[in-house]
């Protein structure tokens, strides 16, 4: 069985991928903001896991994560679903440590939230503020980011499997009550790939309900992904190699 990190775990897309592996006997570390947060996923994971909470935005405390994920015996999948869909800490929490993590926390399965919304993402890297002091791209952007991390991650690791998944438009705490897609469709592709079981998932791509997508042709372009990584191995001090 594996044991799998999965950032974000307190509620929504995250919870429901922690539940879901628990039930499939699988070990998780949920990842939370804040353990006041926590009681469902404390009542959920029982003794098939532990949680762990940190601030994303905050460096500092995504270093201290991994570090702790690492000395419990580290992990065998990575579920970075954790984001926030507006405001400054858009690069910190999205992209960032999503990286941080990646860099820190070595995992065969890698699997990043993407949405489809990344379609309207820019390829730009010029003048943005990877600290978040200022708000210098959208979700948007930061969804293609991803997109292209998760694509460049098997030419930096080669023998790891990384994958970007549009949930779709869920009925989450980010994308409102009236959101017309299936949550549990929306997790269930996450946990699938991160489970890594079905020959299918030992791969790297793009995939929205359990099928390969086309991405925006920038996520693809390597020379860009490597523009990305380089920008955030500056900004972080880290390296994926």
């Keep these: 069985m594996a044991r799998v990190l999965v950032t974000g775990a307190g509620s929504g897309l995250g919870f429901g991928a922690a539940r879901e592996l628990v039930e499939d006997g ?16 404390r009542a959920v994971l029982g003794d098939r896991g532990s949680i762990l909470a940190a601030e994303l935005a905050d460096d500092e405390q995504v270093r201290a994560l991994a570090e702790k994920v690492r000395s419990a015996g580290g992990v065998d999948a990575v579920i970075h679903n954790a984001g926030v869909i507006d405001g400054r800490d858009l690069l910190p929490v999205n992209v960032v440590a999503p990286y941080v993590l990646t860099a820190l926390v070595p995992a065969e399965r890698v699997v990043f939230l993407s949405s489809g919304m990344h379609r309207g993402g820019h390829p730009r890297l010029d003048g943005l503020d990877w600290s978040g002091e200022r708000r210098t791209a959208t979700y948007s952007d930061t969804k293609l980011m991803v997109t292209a991390l998760a694509a460049a991650l098997p030419r930096y690791r080669p023998g790891v499997f990384s994958n970007a998944v549009d949930p779709g438009w869920v009925p989450t705490r980010m994308g409102g009550a009236h959101a017309p897609d299936d949550l549990e469709l929306g997790h269930r592709t996450q946990v699938w790939l991160a489970e890594g079981e079905d020959p299918a998932t030992r791969t790297s791509a793009y995939w929205h309900h359990q099928r390969p997508q086309r991405p925006h042709p920038a996520a693809l372009d390597e020379a860009f992904q490597d523009r990305l990584v380089d920008a955030l191995a500056q900004h972080t001090g880290l390296s994926l190699r």
């Design 26 to 41: 699988h070990t998780v570390v949920g990842h939370v903001r804040s353990l006041d947060r926590a009681d469902d996923l």
